[in-house]
């Protein structure tokens, strides 16, 4: 993650001064209790199976996440001269807390994890991500996610 004071002009203005979109729909809060959620993980960290197509560019794609998955599967394509990746080297929960999740679930903190999850490329325009997000929230629904994890990277 880039920590704005450490970056050199003209980067740190720039990033600072980058718009931050709006959207027209607002997110429900309501529902049952956290116990009783099924819960997925959607991460900006470009993760995506070892044998699925790496992020190229910031397109707005999503890859999807088997629940099933182990970190062993799992790879990268984030990439930025501004983003730190040596946590996700040690412990893909830093940006990808799928093991944390299902400790949740054991411990009964959480009803259940979802049986898929997503990771968008971070660097990417959030506009950009939008048709891929709304298509991510009807499988979500799909499968009876009615709480999710959003993990900024």
Request: hydrophobic share 40%; charged share 25%; aromatic share 4%.
């Amino acid at each position: 993650m880039a920590i704005l004071d450490r970056l050199s002009e003209p980067l740190r203005s720039l990033l600072a001064g980058l718009p931050c979109p709006t959207f027209p729909s607002t997110p429900s809060v309501g529902g049952p209790p956290l116990a009783h959620r099924r819960i997925a993980l959607v991460s900006t960290a470009g993760l995506h199976h070892r044998d699925d197509e790496p992020f190229i560019g910031v397109t707005g794609e999503v890859r999807r996440i088997s629940a099933r998955s182990k970190a062993a599967d799992i790879a990268m394509s984030h990439m930025s001269a501004n983003f730190d990746r040596s946590g996700m080297r040690i412990d893909w929960n830093v940006g990808f807390p799928l093991d944390r999740l299902k400790e949740m679930a054991g411990d009964g903190e959480i009803g259940t994890v979802a049986e898929t999850h997503y990771s968008f490329m971070g660097a990417a325009d959030p506009s950009m991500m939008e048709a891929a997000a709304r298509d991510s929230a009807a499988r979500m629904r799909e499968d009876g996610v009615d709480g999710v994890l959003l993990v900024p990277v």
